[in-house]
């Protein structure tokens, strides 16, 4: 569809959106909330990543509030489990997987709803939790230029900015496998937030194991717990110069709404509005 055949707004386009497939490629699909006050010439993207419970409607539906305080499109991808294989579920989380490059399946969910909705698709925010943290940050060092702010809550595996280790571990060879390399400078301009909840110490989901899908020499070396690794992940953050926002949340365990709050705390003051209750 050419922006001269695209239809005008209905009201199945503001507020809560239905289920949209993405024209790139149509095993993937989104859903957003569109501000019903604002003026649409300024509104921004922010993208929310699920984790791997796949429940996209519900994570665009905690930042509703935000996105009318904001002025924000909220953006909420579905990356189904079982793409190729029937019971995968990881498949987003590390970036590539069988041939899918999910940096490129979102960022052309961008395109798809910036044409649409008439906004800039320069820079966008990111949120992602727990699986959808796998993701954000991994997005977050292929493609620093595109993103306003970041928030990556619980990830159970980081990677880190280690140029001796090989991806997913380190960065070593990430130019080589995805055609972008790093750009420190990039990366330092980009505020990033961190939250887990200090009673987040499960490690059934998290240790890596020889023979399994994940394992590589390293794979558990930032830690035993999500607390652990996130620390590991503000470190290697922050003696690369980027400006980090640490948040351990007390008496949280694994809980999505709970990091959610924390991240629309780090959003409202990121993107400029003192009170995410307050329409702008």
């Known amino acids: 569809m050419t922006d001269s055949t695209i239809p005008p707004l209905s009201p199945y386009d503001l507020g809560r959106t239905p289920a949209t497939a993405c024209r790139a490629d149509q095993r993937f699909s989104y859903c957003l909330y569109v501000p019903t006050t604002g003026e649409a010439s300024d509104r921004r993207i922010l993208v929310a990543v699920h984790g791997t419970e796949r429940g996209n409607q519900a994570m665009r539906d905690l930042f509703s509030d935000l996105a009318e305080a904001l002025n924000l499109i909220i953006l909420a991808p579905l990356f189904p489990c079982g793409i190729d294989e029937p019971y995968d579920r990881d498949n987003y989380k590390y970036i590539e997987y069988r041939g899918i490059r999910f940096d490129q399946v979102l960022l052309s969910m961008i395109d798809e709803v910036a044409a649409r909705y008439g906004v800039d698709a320069g820079r966008f925010s990111l949120f992602g939790f727990s699986g959808g943290a796998h993701f954000v940050h991994r997005f977050y060092y292929l493609h620093p230029q595109r993103l306003s702010a970041l928030s990556v809550c619980a990830p159970g595996s980081p990677t880190l900015l280690d140029s001796h280790k090989p991806w997913w571990v380190g ?38 194991k020889p023979g399994g899908a994940h394992w590589m020499e390293g794979a558990n070396g930032a830690g035993a717990t999500r607390i652990e690794r996130l620390k590991a992940l503000e470190a290697s953050l922050s003696a690369a110069g980027v400006r980090v926002r640490m948040d351990i949340l007390p008496g949280v365990r694994h809980q999505r709404d709970a990091l959610a709050q924390s991240a629309i705390a780090f959003f409202t003051q990121a993107l400029g509005a003192k009170d995410a209750s307050t329409p702008c």
């Not at 990039?186 to 990033?192: C, E, F, M």
């Open 171 to 208: 960065v070593a060879d990430m130019e080589a496998r995805f055609g972008r390399p790093l750009d420190p400078p990039a990366l330092r301009a980009v505020p990033v937030h961190l939250a887990v909840g200090d009673a987040d110490t499960d490690t059934w989901e998290i240790t890596h």
